[in-house]
């Protein structure tokens, strides 16, 4: 799955332009590189996710093409 709509299902971004905007700027890191939004996202990649002074970090633990919003946060493990 695309980093940018992996972001949006599992809901670390709420929108997928949001991401995909994020990805050509930089902000979005897999592996300790930084990504852009085609990258393909596999189970065990870490993310970190940088806006202003904030940054999240996250284990990808699942790859699902669509979630519920109550099981999103199973998707990935905080860091």
Known sequence: MR???????????K????ANEACDAGRVMVNDKVAKASYDVKAGDVIEITFG???????VLSVQ??????????MYKNL
Do not use: C, F, Q
């Open 3 to 13: 980093l940018d709509k992996y972001l949006k299902v599992s809901r670390l971004i």
């Open 15 to 18: 929108r997928r332009t949001i």
């Open 53 to 59: 002074d904030r940054s999240t970090r996250v284990e």
């Open 65 to 74: 093409e669509t979630v519920k919003k109550e099981e999103a946060g199973e």
